[in-house]
Nanobody
């Protein structure tokens, strides 16, 4: 399974970016996909997650109301629309995915729920 994330870049505070991630693999059909982010020297943290077959999403408190996660089931893709960006959103953003049974809400924010990870895309928000 391979995950390819793209869409990062440099944006001014208050601006928007849209991240995309595609999962590929001969027989892989993700049951859930998520975004995490990491600042150098800090722990990787949860941003948002979506269940692929259910209308279920989860967001970190720090991004609620500003970020929106969506998915394209047919293409095994997940998107993160980021609006109202702040300098503290600056980080490397990682896409993650899992297969298997449908996700439960309590597990959506846990890194251990996702065995597959992409390389990350850098988002820099200038003040």
């Amino acid at each position: 399974v391979q995950l390819q994330a793209y869409g990062g870049g440099l944006v001014q505070a208050g601006g928007s970016l849209r991240l995309s991630c595609a999962a590929s693999g001969r027989t892989f059909s993700p049951s859930g996909m998520a975004w995490f982010r990491q600042v150098p020297g800090k722990e990787r943290e949860f941003v948002a997650a979506v269940a692929m077959s259910a209308r279920m999403t989860s967001y970190a408190d720090s991004v609620k109301g500003r970020f929106t996660i969506s998915r394209d089931i047919a293409k095994s893709q997940v998107f993160l629309q980021m609006n109202g960006l702040k300098p503290e959103d600056t980080a490397v953003y990682f896409c993650a995915a899992r297969g298997g049974p449908r996700m439960i809400l309590s597990g959506m924010s846990a890194q251990t729920s996702y065995p597959y990870w992409g390389q990350g895309t850098l988002v820099t928000v200038s003040s």
